[in-house]
């Protein structure tokens, strides 16, 4: 089983529905990010949390550290929006680890918006 | 300049051939990520850069990978006698500080 969990792994919208993508994750963790990847194979990095929701224009991202659960929310969707959207988390590393900086990534949730 | 920048865009070569793949950061990030996304795959983790600390190379997958920075500059992630396995988009970011951070449009390498 893969330590971060993504669903679902395709989702197809019309134009201005509510999307919602999921994440879970076996592990400890000292911070979740997601990040969206372009057609063209970009990556943006759209939130960094480690508890709580942030929103950012009409995405909105929340995290749940008991459940380790996350979740990303778009509002009014539009097709602009379609892209690969991925959850990844920093691991909470032993003391006298090094791997502060690694991210584990999930499988990502292919996301088409249709006009 | 104004974002992370990654040379070559694309790499064809063949396989037992040595490769090199360069990472420019942007200026003043003291943090650097190599990744690697084969096709239809998810990101995997390579490499981590922080400052002057020794880097976590726990990600990279045999001894023919080795990536190198200087200070808080450019980074090079070399691949030795490439195998087709080692096919993917090759992936550089860049931060502040530990984080998912910039990252530069990639390297796509096909090895034949």
């Known amino acids: 089983k893969n330590e971060v969990e993504q669903s679902p792994q395709n989702l197809t919208a019309q134009e201005g529905e509510f999307i919602t993508i999921n994440c879970s994750y076996s592990?400890?963790?000292?911070?979740l990010h997601w990040l969206q990847q372009h057609p063209g194979g970009g990556i943006v990095s759209l939130f960094m949390?480690?508890?709580g929701k942030k929103k950012h224009g009409r995405l909105i991202a929340t995290i749940n550290i008991q459940e380790k659960h996350s979740s990303l929310h778009i509002t009014a969707s539009h097709p602009r929006d379609s892209a690969v959207y991925i959850c990844?988390?920093?691991?909470?590393?032993?003391?006298?680890?090094?791997?502060?900086?690694?991210?584990?990534f999930g499988q990502g949730t292919i996301l088409t918006v249709h006009p | 300049g104004a974002g992370v920048s990654q040379s070559p865009s694309n790499k064809v070569t063949e396989k037992g051939k040595d490769v090199e793949l360069r990472c420019d950061p942007i200026?003043?990030?003291?943090?650097l990520y190599w990744y690697r996304q084969r096709l239809g795959q998810g990101l995997e983790f390579l490499i981590y850069?922080?400052?002057?600390?020794?880097?976590?190379k726990s990600g990279l997958p045999s001894d023919r990978f080795s990536a190198e920075r200087t200070g808080e500059s450019v980074s090079t992630l070399t691949i030795q006698r490439t195998q087709q396995e080692d096919s993917a988009v090759y992936l550089c970011?860049?931060?502040?500080?530990?984080?998912?951070?910039?990252f530069g449009p990639g390297t796509r390498l096909t090895v034949l």
């Open positions: 990844a988390v920093r691991l909470i590393i032993p003391a006298g680890g090094t791997s502060y900086g690694k991210l584990t």
């Open positions: 200026s003043g990030h003291t943090a």
């Open positions: 970011a860049s931060s502040l500080v530990a984080g998912a951070g910039f």
């Open positions: 949390l480690s508890s």
């Open positions: 850069f922080q400052g002057n600390s020794a880097p976590d």
């Open positions: 592990v400890g963790i000292s911070a």
